[in-house]
């Protein structure tokens, strides 16, 4: 959704919310009941009707922008239905991930074998779920916050387990940017507690310099996955080896 048709959105919502109508827009225009359906359908408004609008309520055209900001609602996470969607589209999945990141509609034309038709298609998709705005020119705005997460044991999880887990771990970890650490131990409540707030705060980083990051072209930028796991465990291997003790 353009800036403008949002605007024009809200300026319809809140014209209702006060009781006004075409004809009372109308009458303050010096305009016919039609020519304002017809203006508000071409979204075709001189920033003096605009004002002249915006005085029939009593506001100022920034109080106008404020309110359609208030309304530009970012989302944190999808339904279980609109991952669901992406999980069962491969190409639809790259996509949403690519311009989770950053990329422009040119980086995925350029990197990957997805004709501009296929591209346009998938990105209207993800427009209508409300993941991105698809603006003229083809031109991306997202809509998720950069506290954006996917949902825990969600589909998208579940194709990653599925899919990907393994595949991410065929490495030998060896490389400077590489890193891999697996730790086992016994732990207090109290213990466990701060450290499950410290890996929480680990995740809050990666999503800062992520952000930090967007701005810069992608020669200078390089997929990175960081995975993690913490949870009581203990082997079962090892399990099949502890004695089993009858309460009388």
């Known amino acids: 959704m353009s800036q403008t048709t949002s605007l024009i959105s809200t300026l319809k919502t809140m014209l209702k919310s006060h009781g006004l ?12 009941e039609a020519s304002i359906k017809r203006l508000f359908a071409e979204q075709n408004f001189s ?4 004002d002249q609008i915006c005085q029939l309520l009593e506001i100022e055209i920034s109080d106008l922008v404020k309110q359609m900001e208030l309304n530009y609602q970012q989302l944190n ?3 279980v239905e609109q991952e669901l969607e992406l999980a069962a589209d491969i190409k ?3 996509v949403a991930f690519v311009v989770i990141n950053g990329w422009k509609f040119e980086d995925i034309i350029t990197w990957y074998d997805l004709s501009e038709t296929e591209i346009i298609q998938y990105l209207a998709r993800l427009d209508r779920i409300k993941m991105i705005d698809l603006l003229p ?7 998720i916050s950069p506290k954006f997460s996917w949902r825990p044991n969600g589909p998208i ?3 990653f387990t599925e899919h990907l887990q393994e595949d991410f771990l065929q490495s030998r ?8 650490q697996f730790l086992s131990g016994m732990l207090s409540k109290s213990s466990c507690d701060q450290f499950n707030r410290r890996i929480k705060q680990l995740v809050q980083d990666f999503h800062i310099l992520n952000e930090q990051d967007r701005p810069l072209p992608l020669t200078e930028r390089f997929g990175y996955s960081l995975f993690l796991a913490f949870r009581p465990w203990r082997p ?9 003790y009858t309460v009388t």
């Open 236 to 244: 079962d291997v090892f399990e099949k080896m502890r004695k089993t």
């Open 77 to 79: 996470q999808l339904s």
């Open 92 to 94: 639809l999945l790259l």
């Open 157 to 159: 999880q579940s194709f």
């Open 47 to 50: 920033l003096q009707r605009l």
């Open 137 to 143: 020119n083809n031109r991306i705005r997202l809509r």
């Open 21 to 32: 109508t075409y004809r009372d827009v109308g009458q303050k225009l010096g305009l016919s």
């Open 173 to 180: 970890f060896d490389k400077v940017e590489e890193t891999f």
